[in-house]
C-alpha cells in the first residue's frame, strides 16, 4: 500500500502560476509511476500528466502541454505539477495516483489515489 497526499491548491487568477505536490508515503521503495488527474465539477476525471518513477519519461494532456511541468524528487519521495499561464478552464480539483503498471494517461491503470487539492482559476 501507498499513501498519497495533495497540497498547494489554491485560488490564482488567471496566469498565475501554482505548484501542486504529492508526497507519498507506505510501501515507496516499490516503484511507482506517478500521474495527476483533475475532475471539473460535473465532468469526467481527466488525465494531466504522469511521471516514471526513474524521472525520465513523461506524458502531457495536450490542454496542458507547454505549461504544466511534472517532476520528481525522489528523496523526498515526492512528485510536483508546475502549472504556469493558468486558464479558467484549469479549475478543478487535483488529484495524484500510482500506478504499478507502464506509463500511462488511462486512469483505470493507476491504482492508489489521493484525496485531491481545489484548484480555482478566476478569470
Known amino acids: 500500500q501507498v499513501q498519497l497526499v495533495e497540497s498547494g491548491g489554491g485560488l490564482v487568477q488567471a496566469g498565475g502560476s501554482l505548484r501542486l505536490s504529492c508526497a507519498a508515503s507506505?510501501?515507496?521503495?516499490?516503484?511507482?509511476?506517478i500521474g495527476w488527474f483533475r475532475q471539473a465539477p460535473g465532468k469526467e476525471r481527466e488525465f494531466v500528466a504522469a511521471?516514471?518513477?526513474?524521472?525520465?519519461?513523461?506524458l502531457y494532456a495536450g490542454s496542458v502541454k507547454g505549461r504544466f511541468t511534472i517532476s520528481g524528487d525522489n528523496a523526498k519521495n515526492t512528485v510536483y505539477l508546475r502549472m504556469n499561464s493558468l486558464k479558467a478552464e484549469d479549475t478543478a480539483v487535483y488529484y495524484c495516483?500510482?500506478?504499478?503498471?507502464?506509463?500511462?494517461?488511462?486512469?483505470?491503470?493507476?491504482?492508489?489515489w489521493g484525496l485531491g487539492t481545489q484548484v480555482t482559476v478566476s478569470s
Open positions: 511521471i516514471d518513477w526513474s524521472g525520465t519519461s513523461t
Open positions: 507506505g510501501r515507496t521503495f516499490i516503484t511507482y509511476n
Open positions: 495516483a500510482a500506478s504499478l503498471g507502464r506509463l500511462s494517461t488511462n486512469r483505470s491503470t493507476y491504482n492508489y
